[in-house]
């Protein structure tokens, strides 16, 4: 089964941008849809991303425009790319992988999560 290990959080003004990376060991990386969710303090997890076997890509409303989630099977690493970050962005944030869906935007369809990395974001 694949693990999974997220890095690149970290503490950002309004309007910067991070980069954060989950980079996948065992298993098949290139069998999974890999999704990117995140949690605020007293918060529900919030799907944010979230790129199919083929490269297809999608988002939350809430960060459509600003984030881009893209993968590198052959480093078995996936990168998202969060600009014009706002304070609302502040949160816990965990890539996961799965093999079945049908939806891919529900923490519930996701077996295999990373520990996560922690963004804030001063105003």
């Known amino acids: 089964q694949v693990q999974l290990v997220e890095s690149g959080g970290g503490l950002v003004q309004a309007g910067g941008s991070l980069r954060l990376s989950c980079a996948a060991s065992?298993?098949?990386?290139?069998?999974?849809?890999i999704g990117w969710f995140r949690q605020g303090p007293g918060k529900e997890r919030e799907f944010i991303a979230r790129?199919?076997?083929?490269?297809?890509?999608y988002y939350g409303d809430s960060v459509k425009g600003r984030f881009t989630m893209s993968r590198d099977n052959a480093k078995n690493t996936v990168y998202l790319q969060m600009n014009s970050l706002k304070p609302e962005d502040t949160a816990v944030y965990y890539c996961?992988?799965?093999?079945?869906?049908?939806?891919?935007?529900?923490?519930?369809?996701?077996?295999?999560w990373g520990q996560g990395t922690q963004v804030t974001v001063s105003s």
């Open positions: 790129i199919m076997w083929s490269g297809l890509t």
């Open positions: 065992g298993g098949t990386f290139s069998d999974y849809v």
């Open positions: 996961a992988a799965t093999r079945s869906g049908p939806y891919y935007t529900r923490p519930y369809e996701y077996n295999r």
